[in-house]
């Protein structure tokens, strides 16, 4: 198994005593949907990832990176704790994900901040704590508080709104910044917000996310960024200190260096079976695989969580047993929008306000692997409720002192 993340974890974990080897560099699956509440601290960062070790207790766990393929002898290299490594496989899996996709903005690369692994986030989080200190200290500083966000998909609306919440609530503790104004600013290409959803729900985030003074501007890209000021492409120019990139994602770079066949887009090409086109035993899956859907003919799936695990489920079926086409038609969508407030798409329903965001966190709590990781977070959420945002800063971890200094 290529891959430790959500595809490639739910595979071994279905896989049981049958066992697999997992080639990941971390040791645990990162439940991306909670990702936002981790950046805002409403989730302990560590609630939010599941160790590969307990989700898949049958299967062998190699911490490295992949880094090649030899397909006719069967050997994956890969770059290991303890050094370079030859694997060699029956069957393979590919689940390698997705990169976040970037444009050649000027600035962009420079200046900008991702949005798409638990260090993000937490960097994320680190940023806007430091940001009020630095704009406590000089108030008339406009940029200090300024924050654009580029993409309005799930990832940039839900990271946006938790953050937005952290920066608002935190306000308390800064006499100096009383009657201050932040600015926080969501840019997309796109139309709409939300694209995703059912056009009343995406009207909905977009009035709720305008009414706690989010700015937002949409058919509207980013034109550049110095790190100070964002132009886009309205004639807009944003003071900011502090941009995110959230306007999607591109195939794991690695994919196209494996020699299996790949679209344009950079995923691996998979029958419909999730076998990868014309390899005996190498299949293919989420992310960074173009995945036919017998539900949506003519479509391959999108990059998603739910995708990636009816995937998954798909796959352990297809490798135990006789292969079956793969196919499943979304049975809903949700999305939360800061505190008490979310939307939700479930079969013959549309919930909004507080029923949408009830809904987000109890079906995420239900797909969350694993009782110890559900009882964590439902912890986090309780105390959550009860107390206020919690707003240490605490950038230094990771980098102690060393003795002696
Ligand atoms: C902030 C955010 C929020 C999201 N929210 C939602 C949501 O609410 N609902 C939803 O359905 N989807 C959501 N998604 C999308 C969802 O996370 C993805 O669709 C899903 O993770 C895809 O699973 P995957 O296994 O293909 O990729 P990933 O989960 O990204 O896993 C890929 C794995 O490959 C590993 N890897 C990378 N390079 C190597 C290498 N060289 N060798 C070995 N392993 C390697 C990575 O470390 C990673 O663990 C969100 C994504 C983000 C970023």
Redesign the pocket.
């Known amino acids: 198994m290529?891959?430790?993340?959500?595809?490639?974890s739910y595979v071994a974990r279905l896989l049981k005593k049958r066992g697999a080897t997992i080639?990941?560099?971390?040791n645990f699956?990162?439940y991306?949907?909670l990702?936002?509440e981790a950046g805002a601290g409403t989730l302990e960062p560590r609630h939010v990832v599941v160790p590969i070790r307990q989700m898949c207790p049958h299967a062998e766990l190699l911490l490295g990176?992949?880094t090649s393929l030899d397909e006719s002898a069967r050997v994956v290299r890969?770059e290991t704790l303890t050094g370079p490594l030859e694997i060699s496989y029956e069957r393979l899996v590919v689940?390698?994900?997705?990169v976040t996709r970037t444009l050649p903005v000027p600035g962009l690369a420079e200046h900008g901040l991702g949005?798409?692994s638990l260090a993000d986030a937490i960097a994320l989080r680190n940023r806007v704590l430091q940001q009020l200190e630095l704009a406590a200290t000089d108030p008339d500083a406009v940029d200090q508080l300024g924050y654009v966000f580029v993409g309005a998909g799930?990832?940039g609306v839900?990271?946006l709104a938790e953050l937005h919440d952290l920066s608002h609530a935190a306000l308390r503790f800064y006499p100096t910044l009383r009657g201050v104004k932040q600015r926080w600013v969501l840019v997309d290409a796109a139309p709409k917000i939300l694209p995703e959803i059912p056009m009343r729900l995406g009207e909905y985030a977009h009035r709720h996310l305008e009414k706690q003074g989010v700015e937002i501007h949409v058919e509207t890209t980013l034109e550049s960024y110095d790190g100070r000021a964002a132009r886009l492409s309205n004639g807009t120019v944003v003071p900011a200190r502090t941009l995110v990139w959230t306007a999607g994602v591109r195939a794991?770079p690695?994919l196209s260096t494996l020699g299996l066949p790949i679209d344009e887009r950079g995923r691996v090409r998979v029958d419909e079976t999730l076998r990868v086109e014309g390899c005996e035993d190498v299949w293919a899956l989420?992310?960074?695989a173009a995945v036919p859907n017998a539900r949506t003919p003519g479509l391959v799936d999108p990059?998603?969580?739910?995708h990636?695990l009816r995937q998954a489920r798909r796959l352990v079926k297809n490798l135990t047993g006789a292969p079956k086409p793969y196919g499943y038609r979304m049975l809903g969508q949700v999305?939360t929008l800061g505190h008490y407030k979310g939307i939700a798409e479930i079969p013959g329903l549309r919930l909004r306000g507080f029923l949408g965001w009830f809904v987000a966190r109890t079906y995420h709590l239900y797909q969350l692997p694993l009782l110890s990781r559900k009882l964590r977070v439902v912890t986090d959420w309780t105390v959550s409720l009860l107390f206020r945002r919690d707003i240490v800063e605490l950038s230094m971890l990771g980098h102690p002192e060393k003795l002696g200094e």
């Not at 290529?2 to 490639?8: D, E, I, P, S, V």
């Open positions: 290529l891959g430790g993340g959500f595809a490639g080639v990941s560099p971390e699956m990162l991306t949907p990702l936002p990176r992949a890969a689940a390698l994900g997705a949005f798409k799930y990832a839900e990271a794991h690695l989420g992310d960074g990059p998603t969580c739910q990636a999305a």
